[in-house]
């Protein structure tokens, strides 16, 4: 299974709400496990954030693809955006999924509701 991992399971990963074994769990266990463009300029752009918090989610994103928010990505979000009331970044997060074949590992379940196609994982809920 390929799983595209959202902003919020790295914050739950680093910050330990998320057990290291259901992390593994969609990442390492997985056939492939990424995340977005998006989610690094999330992570990082986090008013704030310290040096040690920065080197801490860098350590941890270098082990992993980050996936460029490409033209045929933004073709995608702006279709689900069309249909949908969703916020920029996760209609860019959504078609990423999709357009790499990913199933979506987030918590914000209901933010990604009504997008077809588009297989969405809570980690939290086993």
Request: proline fraction near 3%; aromatic fraction near 8%.
């Amino acid at each position: 299974m390929r799983h595209l991992l959202y902003t919020n399971v790295w914050i739950d990963a680093l910050t330990g709400k998320l057990s290291a074994s259901v992390f593994l769990k969609y990442t390492v266990q997985a056939s492939w496990a990424g995340y977005s463009a998006i989610t690094r300029l999330e992570l990082f752009g986090y008013p704030g954030l310290k040096p040690e918090e920065e080197l801490k989610i860098n350590e941890l994103l270098k082990q992993f693809t980050e996936i460029a928010v490409e033209s045929n990505i933004i073709d995608r979000a702006i279709i689900i955006r069309k249909g949908l009331r969703i916020k920029v970044p996760d209609a860019i997060i959504a078609a990423t999924a999709l357009e790499k074949d990913c199933s979506l590992v987030t918590h914000n379940v209901v933010d990604f509701k009504g997008i077809i196609g588009l297989d969405v994982i809570d980690p939290h809920v086993m």
